[in-house]
């Protein structure tokens, strides 16, 4: 292995080093993941080798919160480690693995509440970013940009380093289909709104450029504007826009739109009746999360904005809206 990653040496040795190699083959980093492996690796060393097992026991001894933890956040990491652990170990012939199901570990709070912007607030915004004035007389596309970037976000869920990174051939205008290359160098295809792709495709072709070029280009050198430039742009729509701004870590952010678009979504399936139980698995691959545990953080914000929907919905699926101790 890697000098500067962790060598394994317990009776489950050969488990980790393949599940390892296999996410590694997959283009994942799993730096972090890898030295919990370690722990787990460790805690197997100190018993014989015919303890040694993928059972519940070992399972909630390996996600137990340390008394180091002040959160639940890394015990919920190292559920989300076994749980993949052993279903590759059931994949390998270990059966008997056990997999904990999603329900598992108490969502962790949050330092941080995500301000869900309303609908009035969004229309605000998008105009204020349309009527922004450009960089110089020369350079008409910044208002085009700023409010195209702005509904991508939103309207996709995009993260703000994914937006940047797009690519005019990242974009298929037959499908309506954008290619991001997003966090642990995954990539995936998402389909967008007919109308976002519109936009999408006006831009184009008021803005030509090389397949290679940036969507959205720095005015100052051939490159991705920078997120540093695009959250300056944004303090000056939302003073524009009459909404507060960011002080002490409190008020809108750039990824609150992201965090906006995934309880929008929700609040539109549960209100349709949908099943939101099957609907979040889609959600979460329309996001690119890792896991299914990033986005029932969302359906607990939901059920704590809007109660009475949530309410009616409980009726018939409340095993699926987290409260404070479930995901």
């Given at each position: ?50 303890q040694v097992a993928m059972n519940r026991e070992w399972a909630e001894q390996f996600m137990a919160k ?53 609908r009035e607030q969004l229309a605000a915004l998008f105009v204020a970013a349309d009527a922004i004035k ?5 350079t008409p596309r910044r208002p085009w940009m700023l409010g195209l970037l702005l509904r991508l976000l ?174």
């Amino acid at each position: 292995m890697n000098k500067h990653l962790p060598e394994f040496r317990s009776g489950m040795a050969w488990l980790l080093k393949t599940f390892l190699s296999e996410k590694r083959g997959f283009g994942y980093v799993y730096k972090p993941e890898a030295f919990s492996l370690a722990h787990l690796d460790r805690m197997w060393r100190k018993v014989s080798k015919g303890q040694v097992a993928m059972n519940r026991e070992w399972a909630e001894q390996f996600m137990a919160k340390r008394p180091t933890e002040t959160t639940t956040r890394g015990a919920c990491r190292r559920a989300s480690i076994w749980r993949e652990l052993a279903r590759f170990a059931r994949r390998h012939g270990l059966a008997d693995a056990y997999i904990p199901d999603a329900y598992t570990c108490p969502i962790h709070a949050d330092p941080y509440t995500p301000f869900i912007y309303t609908r009035e607030q969004l229309a605000a915004l998008f105009v204020a970013a349309d009527a922004i004035k450009p960089w110089w007389l020369s350079t008409p596309r910044r208002p085009w940009m700023l409010g195209l970037l702005l509904r991508l976000l939103y309207g996709a869920g995009l993260r703000l380093g994914e937006a940047l990174a797009l690519r005019c051939r990242d974009f298929d205008p037959s499908q309506a289909s954008l290619t991001l290359h997003g966090k642990n160098r995954r990539e995936r295809i998402i389909p967008i709104a007919p109308s976002l792709a519109e936009r999408l495709r006006e831009y184009l072709r008021r803005f030509p450029d090389t397949p290679d070029a940036p969507i959205f280009p720095s005015p100052k050198r051939p490159a991705p504007l920078s997120d540093y430039a695009m959250r300056d742009s944004f303090n000056q729509i939302l003073k524009d826009a009459h909404l507060p701004l960011r002080e002490n870590r409190q008020g809108p952010r750039l990824h609150d739109l992201r965090h906006t678009f995934a309880v929008h979504r929700l609040e539109n399936w549960i209100r349709a009746g949908e099943d939101v139980n099957a609907k979040i698995h889609l959600l979460s691959v329309y996001m690119g999360h890792k896991n299914l545990f990033a986005t029932y953080y969302y359906l607990r914000i939901t059920s704590q904005l809007f109660p009475d929907i949530t309410r009616r919905f409980a009726e018939t699926a409340g095993h699926a809206i987290p409260g404070e101790g479930n995901p």
